[in-house]
């Protein structure tokens, strides 16, 4: 069964970079057919897509957050991340990882068969 | 301001049969299939319902999902007290190239 837990440093500063890791465990990032994605839940909020990548290194990005993030795959640690620049306290939320394709019931970008449980990322000086 | 609209809450007896709508456009709901998610707060969202009326099969058949035009339906039928929890739709947007997701419905079971 395929598990993922994300990691990252527990507060942020505004104006800063926010780093998130997604470790995958039972599966394998290096699969063709899968895709990762981001979607984060603000306090009080609802769900909100952030990107998603596939193993071929093709991204796509939240239009209203292209151009503050960048989602990567290390295929060596069976990881992906994400990088979101220049944060605000808008951007304080509950973090997920999650997977989609890879055989299973999904294959749109909209539809994640495997989430990890979320990591809260403050942003406050 | 979600692209997809839910109502926040909804509430049911034990036993009742219940029904969260998601309401959408031509560039979503009208061309995409539509996903749903049952998410208790700091834990794991679970994919209930993909394309638009499939179960994955550790979903129990008291789940089921519905679309019409450009609005989709989760229904939730023999409720009960586990059930109690929000509940998403999700669907991928051809003018903002992007998935989407509903506001969120709380599900109360009273």
Same mark, same amino acid.
């Given at each position: 069964?395929?598990?993922?837990?994300e990691s990252g440093p527990g507060l942020v500063n505004?104006?800063e970079t926010l780093s998130l890791t997604?470790?995958?465990?039972?599966?394998?990032?290096?699969?063709?057919?899968?895709?990762?994605?981001w979607?984060r839940q603000p306090p !009080?909020? =609802?769900?909100?897509?952030i990107?998603?990548? *596939?193993?071929?290194?093709?991204?796509?990005?939240?239009?209203?957050?292209? $151009?503050?993030?960048?989602?990567?795959?290390?295929?060596?640690?069976?990881?992906?991340?994400l990088e979101l620049?220049?944060v605000t306290a808008a951007d304080t939320a509950v973090y997920h990882?999650?997977?989609?394709? !890879?055989? =299973?019931?999904?294959?749109?970008?909209?539809? *994640?068969?495997?989430?990890?449980?979320g990591t809260l990322v403050p942003v406050s $000086? | 301001?979600?692209?997809?609209?839910?109502?926040?809450?909804?509430?049911?007896?034990?036993?009742?049969?219940?029904?969260?709508?998601?309401?959408?456009?031509?560039?979503?709901?009208?061309?995409?299939?539509?996903?749903?998610?049952?998410?208790?707060?700091?834990?794991?969202?679970?994919?209930?319902?993909?394309?638009?009326?499939?179960?994955?099969?550790?979903?129990?058949?008291?789940?089921?999902?519905?679309?019409?035009?450009?609005?989709?339906?989760?229904?939730?039928?023999?409720?009960?007290?586990?059930?109690?929890?929000?509940?998403?739709?999700?669907?991928?947007?051809?003018?903002?190239?992007?998935?989407?997701?509903?506001?969120?419905?709380?599900?109360?079971?009273?």
């Open positions: 069964q395929l598990q993922l837990q505004p104006s997604c470790t995958v465990s039972g599966g394998s990032v290096k699969s063709s057919t899968s895709y990762w994605g979607i !009080g909020k =609802g769900l909100e897509w990107g998603t990548i *596939y193993y071929s290194g093709t991204t796509y990005y939240n239009p209203s957050l292209k $151009s503050r993030v960048i989602i990567s795959v290390d295929t060596s640690k069976n990881q992906f991340s620049s220049s990882c999650a997977h989609g394709g !890879g055989g =299973g019931y999904c294959y749109s970008t909209s539809c *994640y068969a495997h989430w990890g449980q $000086s | 301001q979600s692209v997809l609209t839910q109502p926040p809450s909804a509430s049911g007896t034990p036993g009742q049969r219940v029904a969260i709508s998601c309401s959408g456009s031509s560039s979503n709901i009208g061309s995409n299939f539509v996903n749903w998610y049952q998410h208790l707060p700091g834990t794991a969202p679970k994919l209930l319902i993909y394309r638009d009326n499939q179960r994955p099969s550790e979903v129990p058949d008291r789940f089921s999902g519905s679309k019409s035009g450009t609005s989709a339906s989760l229904a939730i039928s023999g409720l009960r007290s586990e059930d109690e929890a929000d509940y998403y739709c999700a669907t991928y947007d051809d003018s903002l190239r992007g998935p989407v997701f509903g506001g969120g419905t709380k599900l109360t079971v009273l």
